[in-house]
């Protein structure tokens, strides 16, 4: 299976590298061969169509910035890659971005548009434009998946389509952002909002924009991507009603401890699209902390079940990625 990397951060990294360490396991057990034939990054792109090595792309990246150092082209565009190399399959991971989706959203439709199945680790495009994204993709014929935008390798939105089918998701809350469950534990905890955040930083879990986290944006492109394909609902990010924990002080954390309670960000999905702080029981399962993610799916004949696990992480998020290689190949099988 020839794939094409757009983003080589630690989720493009952490692939390419499972790749080779996996690659007698990925063949005997499932029969899957990946090759890399391009990689693109911000500073430019490298194609081979007899495939890349992961070493070679990794020593690149660190020694010159960009993949482009590995005999690529600095400059070359995520998206003039996509039109020139052959593949048949994107993997998308560039970084969320909510306001206009790009560069993710254009190497999606290039991709698509040229017969290309893809998998985006990138929330952006899902969160802005699920519903038309999944319509572009039967139009062309191709599948589209994503399992690592939520829950990073936990397989949190293939529990709920797939474990769970048959069943009738009547609702669902969950802990979608592991930054924010940090920071509210550690406030739990007895640190202040500031010294919790500050450390969160120093542990390199705060997202660049740090607004993503602390505004529950993040949370909120999590829970659109829930919504649509759990719920079959055809929503995107302005359906979200949303608050942040930049208003949770050490006051409400102590007052929810005394009532059996600590305050978590939850996402919410009960009629209406909600995302904001909660109190939720300590004897609740859903109680997860740290930068644990959780959520409670209530079924109407099955009762509620909770899934949890690591949220985030590039080898977690990667190995999300393979499951979705091999559901891909099992769609291009059945076609
Ligand atoms: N900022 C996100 C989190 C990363 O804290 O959960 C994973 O999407």
């Known amino acids: 299976m020839r794939v094409i990397l757009c983003g080589f951060g630690a989720v493009g990294q952490g692939l ?60 070359m565009a995520g998206s003039e890659l996509v039109a020139d190399a052959d593949a048949d399959v994107l993997v998308e991971t560039t970084s969320s971005n909510y ?37 572009l993709a039967a139009h062309n014929g191709v599948s589209l998946r994503f399992s690592g935008t939520v829950g990073g390798g936990t397989p949190i939105l293939d529990y709920a389509k797939n474990s769970l089918r048959g069943e009738r998701i009547v609702s669902f809350r969950g802990i979608l952002n592991g ?8 406030m739990a905890g007895g640190m202040s909002p500031e010294g919790a955040l500050a450390d969160a930083r120093s542990r390199g879990y705060v997202e660049a924009d740090e607004s993503l986290d602390l505004d529950g944006i993040d949370a909120a492109a999590k829970l ?35 009532a059996g309670s600590a305050i ?11 995302v904001g702080p909660s ?29 949890i696990g690591r949220g985030a992480g590039g080898t977690e998020t990667a190995s999300s990625i393979v499951r979705d290689l091999l559901d891909i190949r099992r769609d291009m099988a059945s076609r």
Not at 279 to 307: A, K, M, W, Y
């Open 224 to 258: 659109v991507i829930l919504a649509n394909w759990v719920m079959g609902m055809k929503v995107t990010l302005p359906d979200v009603e949303r608050t942040g924990i930049r208003g949770v002080g050490a006051d409400d954390v102590r007052r929810a401890a005394g």
């Open 264 to 274: 978590k960000l939850i996402a919410e999905c009960d009629g209406g699209l909600s």
């Open 179 to 186: 930054t924010t469950n940090y920071i509210l534990s550690a």
């Open 16 to 75: 390419a590298r499972l790749f080779e360490s996996r690659a007698d396991d990925l063949h005997a057990r499932f029969g899957l061969k990946p090759r890399i034939v391009g990689v693109a990054d911000s500073g430019g792109a490298v194609h081979d169509a007899s495939g890349l090595r992961a070493g070679s792309l990794v020593a690149a990246k660190a020694r010159g910035g960009s993949v482009a150092s590995c005999g690529g082209r600095a400059g």
């Open 99 to 135: 306001a206009d989706a790009e560069p993710g959203m254009s190497h999606i439709t290039a991709a698509m548009a040229r017969g290309m199945h893809v998998i985006s680790a990138n929330k952006g495009p899902l969160a802005l434009a699920f519903p038309s994204l999944m319509e």
């Open 279 to 307: 109190d939720v029981r300590t004897d609740d399962p859903l109680c997860v902390n740290g930068t644990l993610n959780g959520i409670s799916f209530v079924s109407e004949h099955s009762g509620t079940q909770t899934v």
